[in-house]
């Protein structure tokens, strides 16, 4: 014969037995997914070795480079996954009868990161056509709606032809909905040419709060007006204004072409004269001196150095 308040004394055992089982096997779980390894837990690094996959990647998706390859064909979709060219060249053959946006990719979008990539080759837009705006070596423009945007190590050694905001890097950049575009550690050597105005060497038009730092230029620049070196044309809006900071260019030309009210800020750049005008402890540590004769003699970043230029 067993009591009511007997029962209940053995209820609350068998309950407290089974928050003990639950709890161990919780804690197994945990030590289970402890052990494994980190790179389960990150995206799927896919490997891109042609053209024809470059062209079929999903625009959110996360890539990486494993040879040299030719683009002929900007990447159509709005990208905004992440893109590492590992250190390889891509050769742009792009040649354009009529087209707004035209680099390696159309048009970055919120989200995208593109680095380690070089780019040489030619991309050309017909300057007589009615389309024939924001072209860039990595991408001709950005929509930042859905989210920041950053080009790092990136080195543009193409010649980029089009009509206004013509590029090294980026064509142009603008800064939506609270998120804007960083550009760091990037070079351009590649001729650039506007057959209207606002080319950069690192961006054509660059506007509201986006940030351009740890750049250089070492090519000509041409514009039948608002052409510099880093950039063609700047503008902000209100209190959010583009930054450059710690950039250089080289030739008779200004960090930036037309700097309009209200203006970018403007850190630590120069204007180089010749090799020695500036030695890289002024530009900032992301700059090393050009002991191998990578750049004519002129400062370059760290990460030429160590790969080799």
Not at 48 to 64: K, L
Not at 159 to 187: D, P, R
Request: aromatic share 8%.
């Amino acid at each position: 014969f067993r009591s009511a308040g007997t029962d209940v004394f053995f209820m609350q055992k068998e309950e407290e037995k089974m928050k003990k089982r639950v709890i161990s096997l919780l804690l197994a779980l945990v030590l289970a997914l402890g052990l494994l390894p980190t790179a389960a837990w990150a995206a799927e690094v896919k490997e891109i070795s042609t053209p024809e996959q470059f062209a079929r990647m999903d625009a959110d998706g996360n890539y990486i480079l494993t040879k040299n390859i030719t683009v002929s064909t900007p990447y159509a979709k709005d990208f905004s996954g992440t893109f590492d060219g590992n250190g390889h060249t891509i050769t742009l053959d792009i040649s354009s009868n009529g087209a707004n946006y035209v680099g390696l990719f159309k048009k970055l979008a919120g989200g995208a990161a593109i680095k380690n990539v070089i780019t040489t080759g030619f991309v050309t837009v017909d300057t007589t056509a009615n389309n024939r705006n924001h072209v860039g070596g990595i991408a001709g423009s950005v929509n930042t709606y859905n989210g920041n945007i950053i080009i790092e190590k990136c080195w543009n050694k193409a010649q980029i032809e089009g009509g206004q905001a013509i590029g090294g890097i980026l064509g142009s950049c603008s800064y939506t909905n609270g998120h804007g575009v960083t550009i760091k550690e990037c070079i351009n050597t590649g001729k650039i040419t506007s057959k209207a105005t606002k080319a950069g060497g690192i961006a054509g038009s660059v506007s509201d709060e986006n940030t351009i730092q740890n750049c250089y230029n070492c090519a000509e620049i041409k514009a039948d007006r608002d052409k510099g070196g880093i950039v063609g044309f700047a503008q902000g809006k209100n209190n959010l204004v583009p930054k450059l900071k710690n950039c250089y260019t080289t030739g008779n030309i200004e960090v930036i072409g037309r700097n309009k009210n209200p203006k970018a800020t403007i850190d630590n750049c120069y204007v180089l004269i010749s090799a020695t005008d500036k030695n890289a402890n002024q530009l900032g540590d992301a700059f090393v001196p050009d002991t191998g004769n990578i750049n004519n003699g002129y400062p370059i970043l760290s990460w030429q150095k160590t790969s080799g230029g």
